[in-house]
């Protein structure tokens, strides 16, 4: 019987850097504001959706235009989304500032009968 032959490549036979080989991490900076990020969510949904509607309208192939439609669809939908949850975020917002007005307010109004 015959023995395999060894192998020539020292990293394939230790599996540490057998496995430091084969993950790929990609070199992605930190974000630093990601509200700002979440708010460009519209805008770039919307891009993406007019640059394959526009693909659609110039793609020869019904399959690549079914597939640049679909594409339209879904992305219009993500930036709907994305617009109902600003909206709704800032509706949020808008209350807590006038909850948290109100809340002044009685603690003001509290204190002044304390000290009169």
């Known amino acids: ?20 080989r ?6 992605i900076p930190p974000s630093t504001n990601e509200r700002a990020k979440m708010a460009d969510s519209y805008k770039v949904c919307s891009e993406r959706a007019d640059a394959a509607a526009e693909a659609a309208r110039n793609a020869t192939l019904d399959n690549v235009r079914q597939r640049e439609l679909r594409a339209e ?4 939908g993500l930036a709907t989304q994305a617009k109902a949850v600003d909206e709704q975020r800032q ?13 002044e307010r009685d603690e003001e109004a509290a204190s002044a009968t304390t000290d009169a």
């Open 91 to 103: 509706k949020m917002a808008r209350e807590k500032a006038a909850q948290q007005e109100a809340q």
């Open 1 to 20: 019987m015959a023995r395999k032959a060894p192998s020539t490549c020292r990293l394939l036979t230790d599996f540490r850097c057998r496995a430091r």
């Open 22 to 27: 084969l993950v790929v991490v990609p070199d």
């Open 73 to 76: 669809k879904t992305w219009r």
